[in-house]
């Protein structure tokens, strides 16, 4: 569900920070959070040990139910502050490498393969030719392809197609002079209103989302030197295109 009232507030409060105190801020909140956070962990630990000693057969079911959701809410939201860190941090380096973009994608596709399987969901691949020389991050390219695809997987949930009529399309190729990737799929699409919000950090339409994985995917393109559209029909779903070319801007600045 979108909270807007809080999603604005937030906006508001960050835009009235300076933006180099950004960084610092960021690092106090998420250490505020994970000391409990640890500590929450630590002793649901102790107390799954101690389940072991519950006689009851039933209940100690029950109780070891109760414990695991705990523990999947708590690895959830170190995810969410990795996220926060991620889209705050100022980056002055970006790694990058000439390793093949379609082997890249090949192997984070089947690392994505049983989940989407899991959701009736089928994900496909067309490698194009790109643009010979183009340096990459590659670990930018899986981290942003990972959120984009996990994006599809769950809009596809909420659409009325049926299990097995789900799908994920991934392609790259060369447009414009530039390399890009393209992940779509044919879920129920997203309006025009929302179009012009999902990259705001903390904006969500799901009721479990952070708000936090697009904005962190166009961060991260945007380092690259490259830059992220979208295109959506609700009859046809939606289609993510990431373009991006040889050398990033801090790289370019770097050199001058």
């Known amino acids: 569900m979108v909270d807007t009232q809080s999603t604005q507030e937030l906006t508001r409060i960050s835009s009235e920070i300076p933006s180099f105190q950004m960084p610092a801020l960021a690092a106090g909140i998420v250490h505020e959070i994970k000391n409990p956070l640890a500590a929450i962990h630590l002793h649901l630990q102790m107390l799954e040990a101690s389940l072991l000693e519950v006689s009851d057969e039933d209940l100690q079911q029950k109780l070891k139910s109760r414990v695991d959701i705990i523990k999947k809410e708590v690895l959830s939201l170190n995810e969410v502050l ?8 100022s980056e002055r380096t970006v790694r990058t490498t000439s390793e093949d973009l379609n082997n890249i994608l090949s192997a984070v596709i089947r690392l994505m393969e049983p989940q989407a399987r899991k959701a009736g969901t ?3 691949f067309e490698p194009g030719e790109l643009r010979s020389g183009a340096e990459i991050h590659a670990g930018f390219i899986k981290q942003m392809v990972i959120n984009l695809i996990l994006n599809a997987v769950q809009a596809l949930q909420k659409s009325e197609r049926p299990s097995g009529e789900r799908e994920v399309r991934i392609s790259t190729g060369q447009e414009n002079e530039q390399n890009f990737i393209r992940i779509e799929d044919n879920g129920p699409g997203i309006s025009i209103e929302d179009q012009n919000k999902i990259f705001e950090p903390f904006f969500t339409t799901r009721e479990d989302g952070s708000g936090l994985g ?5 961060k991260m393109i945007t380092e690259m030197g490259g830059w992220i559209d979208v ?10 295109t990431i373009y991006f070319g040889g050398k990033t801007a801090l790289q370019d600045s770097e050199n001058e």
């Open 82 to 89: 990795q996220d926060f860190i991620h889209l705050i941090r």
């Open 122 to 124: 089928q994900i496909s």
């Open 214 to 218: 697009l904005a962190l995917v166009k």
């Open 231 to 240: 295109s959506s029909d609700p009859r046809q779903g939606t289609a993510f």
